[in-house]
C-alpha cells in the first residue's frame, strides 16, 4: 500500500468536513492550507465533491485554487458558475493572473465577468487580454514599481514603501514625466544608496527592455542569455507598460517544451484539455495519416524492387535495420538542431558550421554502422558482395537521414512553421522513403553480384 501523501490526508480531510457540512471547518482548512497542495487535493475528488467545495469556500480560497490548478479547470469553473460569482473569485488575484484564467471563458461569458468586476481591475485585464497570449504583453504584469527619474534616493524610497507596503519586488523602473522608462535600478541598491543621492545614479546600464509584441520563445531566450529576473515591456515610443519576471519566463519555458515534445510524436497540448476519444483521435488522426502516406509510398518503393528482392530474398532481411537506423540517427540529428534553435545557439554563420558537424558525425556513424552490418550480412548470406551493399546502403542511409535532421528545422524556421513538426512522424517517414530508395537501388544495381 502506498504510503499516504499530505495531499491525500487533505483531500480525505476535505470530504469528511464535507459531509458533516461543517462550513467553519471547510473554510479554516482551505485558508490554513498551502494553495499547491490545495489544488492536489481537490483534483483527487469526484465532481460531485468539487461542486460541493466551490459553493462552500470562501472566496480568497476559490481564488488561490484557480490560480494553482490547470487552465482546463479554469474553463469548466467558468462554465459551471454565474459570472457574478467567477467576477469575485478573480478580483482577489492579481490582473495578469485573471486575464490569463478569463482566457478559458467563453467570450460572451468573459464579458459579462468583467462587467462584475471593479473598474480599475477590469479594465487591466482588458489591456492584458488585448495582447496575443504568447508575447511579452500577454506575459507581462501590471504590478511592478516605478518612481520619478528627477528625484533623490530618499524621496524614491519612500514612493516604493507608499506602494507596495510588504511585497517583494527586485528592481525599481525610473521613468519620467511621459511615463516613459528612463532606467532601471535594483531594490537592494536603492535601499542602501544615501538619502540625496539622485535616483538616476542608481540605474543598471544597458538593461535590457522588450516591446509588448516580442515572441515568447524570444523572450526566453534573453532571459537565458542574460540570467535576467525580470524585464521591463515598453511601447514604441518607450512608455513603460508592465514588466515580465523569471516565474513567468519558468511557465513559457515549460509550455514550449510541452509542446514541441507532444509535435515531435505528431499531437498537441490540446490532448491535456479534452476527455473523449473522439476529440483525441480528431487531434491525433492527421498526422497518423501523414504516416500513413509515407508507409504506402515505402511499400511502393519495395513493390518497384520487387524484382531484385525475388532474385535475392536476403535483401528483405535487412530493410528493418536500414529504416530503423536512419529513422535514429535523422531523430537524434533533429533534436539537437532544435534544442539549439530553442536556445538560440544557432544564427548566421553558425548554421554552415552545425551542417557540417553534422556530416562529419553522420559519416563516422554511418562509417561504424556499416562496417558492423555488413559484416553481420557477409556471415549471414556467404556472400561478400552482400556485405557490401548492405553496409553502403547503411552508410548513405545514415548520412542523408542525419543532414536531414540537421536542415528541416532550419526550413521550417525559415518557412515560419515551428521547426519541432521537423521531427517525429515527419522526419521518420522521409528518411524510411530515402533509406530504402538507397538500399534497393544499390541492391538493383548490383544485382548480378549477388545472385
Same mark, same amino acid.
Given at each position: 500500500?502506498?504510503?499516504?501523501?499530505?495531499?491525500?490526508?487533505?483531500?480525505?480531510?476535505?470530504?469528511?468536513?464535507? !459531509?458533516?457540512?461543517?462550513?467553519?471547518?471547510?473554510?479554516?482548512?482551505?485558508?490554513?492550507?498551502?494553495?499547491?497542495?490545495?489544488?492536489?487535493?481537490?483534483?483527487?475528488?469526484?465532481?460531485?465533491?468539487?461542486?460541493?467545495?466551490?459553493?462552500?469556500?470562501?472566496?480568497?480560497?476559490?481564488?488561490?485554487?484557480?490560480?494553482?490548478?490547470?487552465?482546463?479547470?479554469?474553463?469548466?469553473?467558468?462554465?459551471?458558475?454565474?459570472?457574478?460569482?467567477?467576477?469575485?473569485?478573480?478580483?482577489?488575484?492579481?490582473?495578469?493572473?485573471?486575464?490569463?484564467?478569463?482566457?478559458?471563458?467563453?467570450?460572451?461569458?468573459?464579458?459579462?465577468?468583467?462587467?462584475?468586476?471593479?473598474?480599475?481591475?477590469?479594465?487591466?485585464?482588458?489591456?492584458?487580454?488585448?495582447?496575443?497570449?504568447?508575447?511579452?504583453?500577454?506575459?507581462?504584469?501590471?504590478?511592478?514599481?516605478?518612481?520619478?527619474?528627477?528625484?533623490?534616493?530618499?524621496?524614491?524610497?519612500?514612493?516604493?514603501?507608499?506602494?507596495?507596503?510588504?511585497?517583494?519586488?527586485?528592481?525599481?523602473?525610473?521613468?519620467?514625466?511621459?511615463?516613459?522608462?528612463?532606467?532601471?535600478?535594483?531594490?537592494?541598491?536603492?535601499?542602501?544608496?544615501?538619502?540625496?543621492?539622485?535616483?538616476?545614479?542608481?540605474?543598471?546600464? !544597458?538593461?535590457?527592455?522588450?516591446?509588448?509584441?516580442?515572441?515568447?520563445?524570444?523572450?526566453?531566450?534573453?532571459?537565458?542569455?542574460?540570467?535576467?529576473?525580470?524585464?521591463?515591456?515598453?511601447?514604441?515610443?518607450?512608455?513603460?507598460?508592465?514588466?515580465?519576471?523569471? !516565474?513567468?519566463?519558468?511557465?513559457?519555458?515549460?509550455?514550449?517544451?510541452?509542446?514541441?515534445?507532444?509535435?515531435?510524436?505528431?499531437?498537441?497540448?490540446?490532448?491535456?484539455?479534452?476527455?473523449?476519444?473522439?476529440?483525441?483521435?480528431?487531434?491525433?488522426?492527421?498526422?497518423?495519416?501523414?504516416?500513413?502516406?509515407?508507409?504506402?509510398?515505402?511499400?511502393?518503393?519495395?513493390?518497384?524492387?520487387?524484382?531484385?528482392?525475388?532474385?535475392?530474398?536476403?535483401?528483405?532481411?535487412?530493410?528493418?535495420?536500414?529504416?530503423?537506423?536512419?529513422?535514429?540517427?535523422?531523430?537524434?540529428?533533429?533534436?539537437?538542431?532544435?534544442?539549439?534553435?530553442?536556445?538560440?545557439?544557432?544564427?548566421?554563420?553558425?548554421?554552415?558550421?552545425?551542417?557540417?558537424?553534422?556530416?562529419?558525425?553522420?559519416?563516422?556513424?554511418?562509417?561504424?554502422?556499416?562496417?558492423?552490418?555488413?559484416?553481420?550480412?557477409?556471415?549471414?548470406?556467404?556472400?561478400?558482395?552482400?556485405?557490401?551493399?548492405?553496409?553502403?546502403?547503411?552508410?548513405?542511409?545514415?548520412?542523408?537521414?542525419?543532414?536531414?535532421?540537421?536542415?528541416?528545422?532550419?526550413?521550417?524556421?525559415?518557412?515560419?512553421?515551428?521547426?519541432?513538426?521537423?521531427?517525429?512522424?515527419?522526419?521518420?517517414?522521409?528518411?524510411?522513403?530515402?533509406?530504402?530508395?538507397?538500399?534497393?537501388?544499390?541492391?538493383?544495381?548490383?544485382?548480378?553480384?549477388?545472385?
Amino acid at each position: 500500500m502506498q504510503p499516504e501523501t499530505k495531499e491525500t490526508a487533505l483531500a480525505e480531510k476535505l470530504k469528511e468536513l464535507l !459531509d458533516k457540512t461543517d462550513n467553519l471547518g471547510l473554510e479554516a482548512l482551505a485558508l490554513e492550507s498551502h494553495s499547491a497542495d490545495l489544488a492536489g487535493a481537490f483534483a483527487t475528488l469526484d465532481s460531485e465533491a468539487q461542486e460541493g467545495l466551490l459553493e462552500l469556500w470562501p472566496t480568497e480560497a476559490v481564488a488561490q485554487l484557480l490560480g494553482e490548478m490547470a487552465e482546463h479547470f479554469a474553463a469548466g469553473y467558468f462554465e459551471s458558475v454565474p459570472p457574478r460569482v467567477a467576477a469575485r473569485a478573480l478580483a482577489v488575484l492579481p490582473a495578469d493572473d485573471a486575464a490569463d484564467l478569463l482566457l478559458q471563458a467563453d467570450p460572451h461569458k468573459r464579458d459579462r465577468i468583467l462587467g462584475d468586476i471593479p473598474t480599475g481591475l477590469a479594465e487591466d485585464i482588458r489591456d492584458l487580454l488585448s495582447y496575443p497570449e504568447d508575447t511579452a504583453g500577454g506575459r507581462m504584469s501590471l504590478d511592478f514599481v516605478s518612481v520619478p527619474s528627477n528625484v533623490n534616493v530618499e524621496t524614491a524610497q519612500n514612493l516604493v514603501k507608499q506602494s507596495i507596503g510588504d511585497e517583494l519586488h527586485i528592481f525599481v523602473y525610473l521613468v519620467d514625466e511621459g511615463a516613459r522608462l528612463a532606467g532601471v535600478a535594483t531594490m537592494e541598491r536603492l535601499a542602501s544608496a544615501p538619502h540625496n543621492l539622485p535616483v538616476n545614479d542608481l540605474i543598471e546600464s !544597458d538593461y535590457p527592455s522588450v516591446p509588448p509584441d516580442q515572441d515568447q520563445e524570444e523572450l526566453a531566450s534573453l532571459f537565458r542569455r542574460y540570467d535576467l529576473l525580470a524585464v521591463p515591456v515598453i511601447d514604441e515610443t518607450g512608455v513603460l507598460l508592465g514588466e515580465v519576471t523569471v !516565474d513567468d519566463v519558468l511557465d513559457i519555458i515549460r509550455e514550449e517544451a510541452t509542446e514541441d515534445i507532444f509535435k515531435m510524436v505528431g499531437i498537441t497540448d490540446e490532448e491535456l484539455e479534452v476527455k473523449g476519444a473522439l476529440s483525441v483521435v480528431k487531434l491525433r488522426l492527421p498526422w497518423l495519416l501523414i504516416c500513413l502516406l509515407g508507409a504506402l509510398l515505402s511499400g511502393t518503393i519495395i513493390h518497384l524492387f520487387s524484382y531484385a528482392l525475388e532474385q535475392v530474398v536476403a535483401l528483405a532481411s535487412f530493410i528493418p535495420v536500414i529504416t530503423a537506423m536512419g529513422g535514429n540517427a535523422g531523430l537524434q540529428s533533429s533534436t539537437v538542431v532544435i534544442r539549439n534553435l530553442a536556445l538560440g545557439r544557432i544564427e548566421g554563420g553558425s548554421i554552415l558550421r552545425t551542417a557540417l558537424r553534422e556530416l562529419r558525425v553522420g559519416g563516422l556513424l554511418g562509417l561504424l554502422s556499416g562496417l558492423i552490418v555488413g559484416l553481420v550480412a557477409w556471415a549471414l548470406g556467404g556472400n561478400p558482395m552482400l556485405g557490401a551493399v548492405v553496409g553502403a546502403a547503411m552508410i548513405g542511409a545514415i548520412i542523408t537521414a542525419t543532414l536531414m535532421g540537421a536542415f528541416m528545422p532550419l526550413v521550417f524556421r525559415k518557412l515560419g512553421a515551428d521547426p519541432a513538426v521537423a521531427s517525429g512522424p515527419f522526419i521518420t517517414t522521409a528518411n524510411d522513403m530515402i533509406g530504402l530508395t538507397i538500399y534497393l537501388g544499390l541492391g538493383m544495381l548490383l544485382l548480378r553480384f549477388l545472385d
